[in-house]
Nanobody, 127 residues
Framework: VQLQASGGGSVQAGGSLRLSCRASGFSVDSYPIGWFRQAPGKEREGISCISNSDGSTAYADSVKGRFTISRDRAENTVYLQMNSLKPEDTAVYYC?????????????????????WGQGTQVTVSS
């Protein structure tokens, strides 16, 4: 199981970026895939996921309405379209998958932590 995230960069507030998470060793519709981020000095937080079973999606409140997760089976890739970016979105973004934990938003408001991680990609949003 391998995941490779890419697409990060530096943008001004209000701008957009699209992150990609390419999977290898498994199909993106075999297990849920989530996007997580970690800002300096903060804990890693789960912001979005897509279910393997029906393609349903979930979002943390902090990104709902601005970010969209999707998948392309032919490319075996999951995307995170990020619009209306804010300086507080600055973080290292990771994609991850899990064999048992489903795609959901927990009572904490975040996506639950997954077990298998790719390397991160830096997103920097300037004001």
């Amino acid at each position: 199981v391998q995941l490779q995230a890419s697409g990060g960069g530096s943008v001004q507030a209000g701008g957009s970026l699209r992150l990609s998470c390419r999977a290898s060793g498994f199909s993106v519709d075999s297990y849920p895939i989530g996007w997580f981020r970690q800002a300096p000095g903060k804990e890693r937080e789960g912001i979005s996921c897509i279910s393997n079973s029906d393609g349903s999606t979930a979002y943390a409140d902090s990104v709902k309405g601005r970010f969209t997760i999707s998948r392309d089976r032919a490319e075996n890739t999951v995307y995170l379209q990020m619009n209306s970016l804010k300086p507080e979105d600055t973080a290292v973004y990771y994609c991850a998958t899990d064999f048992e934990t489903r795609c959901t938003v927990e009572s904490t408001g975040w996506i639950p932590r997954y077990d298998y991680w790719g390397q991160g990609t830096q997103v920097t949003v300037s004001s």
